[in-house]
Nanobody, 127 residues
Framework: QVLVVESGGGLVQAGASLKLSCASS????????IGWFRQAPGQEREFVGA????????GISDSVEDRFSITRDTAKNTVTLQMNNLKPEDTGVYYCAGARSASSRWWTSAASAYSYWGQGTQVTVSA
């Protein structure tokens, strides 16, 4: 079973920054589109952003585009989600996932395209 692990979550005050990391010992991230999703209690899973296999293209949800960014570190086989100016509405469990293809695009926001998912890391932002 492929292991995908998120880390870096925590409890922070509004306006603070967090960097989430996604790592895997079973996947070569260079061969996968890597997406980030989040889910608040009682709400549906929401697309946050994704990065292409090469790392040259990325997409961020309109709701966080001005504050979040995604990058690859090929040497460490990791993908990071940098979150700045966090708001209480950013609170939720953040999931990293890998997709083998992206529907003829460089990346995709469709959760159904992602086959490998991490366990999630909790992000809590207090007012």
């Amino acid at each position: 079973q492929v292991l995908v692990v998120e880390s870096g979550g925590g409890l922070v005050q509004a306006g603070a920054s967090l960097k989430l990391s996604c790592a895997s010992s079973g996947l070569d991230f260079n061969n996968y589109v890597i997406g980030w999703f989040r889910q608040a209690p009682g709400q549906e899973r929401e697309f946050v952003g994704a990065i292409s296999k090469s790392g040259s293209n990325s997409g961020i949800s309109d709701s966080v585009e001005d504050r979040f960014s995604i990058t690859r570190d090929t040497a460490k086989n990791t993908v990071t989600l940098q979150m700045n100016n966090l708001k209480p509405e950013d609170t939720g469990v953040y999931y990293c996932a890998g997709a083998r293809s992206a529907s003829s695009r460089w990346w995709t926001s469709a959760a159904s395209a992602y086959s490998y998912w991490g366990q999630g890391t909790q992000v809590t932002v207090s007012a």
